[in-house]
């Protein structure tokens, strides 16, 4: 078992909010695809448009024609929103990765510290118990 340190809380915090960064950033990348997705569903919508018969149709067929456009300008403006909010979620998810990284590294090499100190500890318990030995066997 790897023996505690006080840096497991400050890993565990860390994790945590390295995990809500990557939630944040996987819901800024699908709110991009779900606005890139509206744009294409629009420009398609305004391809489909039947020619007009009448005056009046055509009429009718343009000002929807401008509201389409304004429409997606619109969407568009809205994509380029969500991929500004999904760079930078990406730059919250790294940052939190990194710091998360560090304390993880700081904490594993404060493990090995105290692995290492403990081994040290038993190898000179054992030194004394072979000196005592050696000293029994001796006299």
Request: hydrophobic content about 45%; charged content about 35%; glycine content about 2%.
């Amino acid at each position: 078992m790897a023996p505690k340190t006080r840096l497991d809380a400050v890993v565990r915090i860390r994790e945590h909010q390295e995990q809500e960064a990557r939630l944040a950033l996987a819901s800024a990348a699908a709110s991009t695809r779900q606005a890139r997705e509206r744009v294409r569903a629009l420009r398609e919508a305004s391809l489909r448009e039947a020619g007009p018969r009448s005056a009046l149709e055509w009429e009718i067929a343009q000002a929807a024609s401008f509201r389409m456009l304004d429409a997606i300008r619109l969407a568009e403006s809205v994509v380029l929103d969500a991929e500004a909010r999904e760079r930078a979620a990406k730059a919250g998810f790294e940052a939190a990765h990194r710091a998360a990284e560090s304390v993880r590294r700081a904490a594993e090499s404060r493990r090995e510290a105290i692995v290492r100190e403990q081994e040290k500890a038993e190898r000179k318990e054992l030194d004394a118990f072979g000196q005592l030995a050696h000293v029994r066997r001796s006299s």
